[in-house]
C-alpha cells in the first residue's frame, strides 16, 4: 500500500491471507462453519442462478476414504507434459502417506451442472469468500485441486454419489479448513506485470 489509502479489516484480512498447510486436530465449530458456509452462498453467481452446490465433510473416515482413492487413483495416472496435475501424480507414487486434505477437519467440496459454462466462476468466487471468512475467523484454509482433476474419475464418482453428488455435476474445487498448528508464512513476493490499466 502506498500509505495514503486508509486500511480496514477487510483490506487488511484480504492482504494477510495465506494458505495454511499444517493444522491442529482442533475442531471447527458448528457456528463458526456455517458463518464460513453463508458467506460462501452470499458470493456473486453467473445471472444470479446461484446454482453451485457445496458438500461439507466432517466425517473424518469419509475424509480418510477420498484421500485413499484419490492417492490410489494419481497412482494409476502417467505424467503428462505441461499438466498441473503432475505434482499430484509425483506425490501419489512417491509417498506412501500423501494427504492432500493436509489432515484438516473440513473439505468443502464445490459442485454444479457440469453443462453450466460458469460452473468453475460461481464456485471459484464462493469458494474464495470462504477462505477470506475463515481467515477473519482466525482459521486456516487451502485450495485443493485434486478432486477437481478426478470429476470424471470413475471410482470417486461411485463414492461421492453416495454422499448426493451426481454424475451431472462436475467438481469444480475444494476447500480445506481448520485451526492452523503452525505460524502462518509469511507472503511471497508478488509478481511484477501482471496489472494492464488502460485510460
Partial sequence: MNGRMPMNETIQTLLSRRSIRHFSDQPVTHEVLDLILQCGLYAASGGNHQVARFTVVDNKDVREALVLIARNEFRKMELVEGHYWNTAIKNAKNKSNYDFSFNAPILIIATAPARWLNG?????GALQNMQVAAAALGLGSC??????????NPVLRAYLKNYGISEEEAIFGSIVLGHPSRPQPMPSARKEGRINIIK
Fill in 143 to 152: 485450495w485443493v485441486n485434486q478432486l477437481h482433476w478426478l470429476t470424471a
Fill in 120 to 124: 468453475m466462476a460461481d464456485c471459484a
